[in-house]
């Protein structure tokens, strides 16, 4: 099972700030998958394929990487970017997330 | 509009059963792989088990396998998640979600597109 491990696991930005969420798996992966989670609600894709934006996710927002390590990128922080985020690969049709990202705002 | 509903959880006795349903519409059922995806209190998400579109397929991660059932009833556009021999461990809310397979050009891809509100399921004595 691939393992991925999420970095950091509580950050808080401030409203403009940039903000990078990392995340590396334990073997090399062909793409990553992002989602979003608010408290009370369910997951959202967010990110897929690495660095496609789901419907409707505004595009302050971008994923990027390869290999063992991606990331998720916010270009200016917003309030309602306030959010646990987690990563995602497939592998051996045994889908695995990170631990999670939780945002907050300073 | 997709909208995936579950139902069926409640607390349970360490080692009875459980069986969760999620109800589907706004799409075509038959079409999608469907998951179930579990996210115990205050923790983060894990992947439960899969099931290909006609049924024939299903998919389990280790701690569930022989305990738990991923089935799906097409005609009712309803997928189920028969949990046996359950543990405390299995306390959860448990969410069903819509796969959607995408090509890329050079490689296929799924995302778990659309998620139910969820079920929760306290195993506990």
């Known amino acids: 099972e691939i393992v991925l491990t999420q970095s950091p696991t509580t950050m808080a930005a401030s409203p403009g700030e940039k903000v990078t969420i990392t995340c590396r798996a334990s073997?090399?992966?062909?793409?990553m998958h992002w989602y979003q989670q608010k408290p009370g609600a369910s997951p959202k894709p967010w990110i897929y394929?690495?660095?496609k934006l789901a419907s409707g996710v505004p595009n302050r927002f971008s994923g990027s990487g390869s290999g063992t390590s991606y990331s998720l990128t916010i270009s200016s922080m917003e309030t309602e970017d306030t959010a646990t985020y987690y990563c995602?690969?497939?592998?051996?049709?045994?889908?695995?997330f990170g631990a999670g990202t939780k945002l907050e705002l300073k | 509009e997709v909208q995936l509903v579950e139902s069926g959880g409640g607390l349970v006795q360490p080692g009875r059963s459980l069986k969760l349903s999620c109800a589907a519409s706004?799409?075509?059922?038959?079409?999608?792989?469907m998951h179930w995806i579990r996210q115990a209190p205050t923790k983060g998400l894990e992947w439960v088990a899969s099931?290909?579109?006609?049924?024939?397929?299903?998919y389990y991660r280790d701690s569930v396998k022989g305990r738990f059932t991923i089935s799906r009833d097409n005609a009712k556009s309803t997928l189920y998640l028969q949990m046996d021999s359950l543990r405390s461990e299995d306390t959860a809310t448990y969410y069903c979600?819509?796969?959607?397979?995408?090509?890329?050009?050079?490689?296929?891809?799924?995302?778990?597109?659309?998620w139910g509100q969820g079920a929760s399921v306290t195993v506990s004595s």
């Open positions: 099931i290909s579109p006609s049924g024939g397929s299903t």
């Open positions: 073997s090399s992966v062909s793409y």
């Open positions: 394929d690495t660095s």
């Open positions: 706004g799409f075509t059922f038959s079409n999608y792989g």
């Open positions: 995602q690969q497939w592998s051996s049709n045994s889908p695995t």
């Open positions: 979600a819509t796969d959607t397979s995408y090509y890329d050009g050079t490689y296929y891809y799924d995302v778990m597109d659309a």
